[in-house]
């Protein structure tokens, strides 16, 4: 998923809550927002297919956890860490680590932060379908210059998790992220939301702090 820095998806640190939107949608995506946000912990199983234009699809599986503003991602080729002021993250196939100081870390599918995303306002949304199992939002922003033009977010109802997300950009690439079942209060130390870069051999370390 190009190294997982997608730029452009950091601009989706919030999703808009039109003015002439109904207030029964808004009303749903504050359930799945109170449901993540008053978890002590969350745990999920993902995977992620990137689809850049005209090439072939990239699917990989990986893993998420976070506690309060801590977060840990797992993929085959790349693994973040954050511990609530600094981010590590290890670029596996280039054998390095790269150390930077952020306020919310670099995982453009935080859930907390998709949770909490209609609640801005540069984009307009609507229910755009729905089935007896799920509720999908259609998401475009208001901005015509932004990097992407819609963003497709499906919702189960039985308890209001979300499942999926969908980027779309303009130049073609797609992002789909399918959570599996998210795990909510089981116990995880702190220390697991901190890499120990002593321990990797042969691995470079850039402090970008």
Avoid: C
Avoid at 15 to 33: R, Y
Avoid at 74 to 91: A, F, T, V, W
Avoid at 110 to 115: C, E, H, Y
């Amino acid at each position: 998923m190009k190294s997982i820095h997608l730029s452009f998806v950091l601009s989706l640190v919030v999703f808009s809550l039109s003015a002439k939107a109904d207030p029964k949608l808004a009303k749903i995506l504050a359930k799945v927002e109170t449901q993540i946000l008053q978890a002590k912990t969350l745990s999920t199983e993902f995977v992620i297919e990137t689809t850049p234009a005209e090439m072939k699809k990239k699917s990989q599986k990986g893993s998420f956890r976070s506690k309060a503003n801590k977060y840990i991602l797992i993929l085959p080729d790349h693994e973040i860490y954050y511990d609530g002021k600094d981010q590590y993250s290890y670029l596996k196939d280039r054998k390095e680590v790269q150390i930077s100081s952020t306020k919310d870390g670099d995982f453009p599918f935080l859930p907390q932060k998709m949770a909490g995303l209609y609640k801005g306002g540069q984009y307009e949304y609507i229910l755009e379908s729905q089935t007896a199992d799920h509720w999908i939002f259609d998401f475009k922003p208001v901005d015509k210059k932004a990097e992407f033009f819609k963003v497709k977010l499906k919702i189960l109802k039985k308890n209001h998790q979300m499942k999926e997300v969908q980027i779309f950009e303009k130049n073609g690439d797609r992002h789909l992220l399918t959570f599996q079942n998210m795990v909510f209060n089981t116990p995880l130390e702190d220390q697991l939301f901190s890499l120990n870069t002593s321990k990797l051999q042969g691995v470079r370390v850039e402090d970008l702090r």
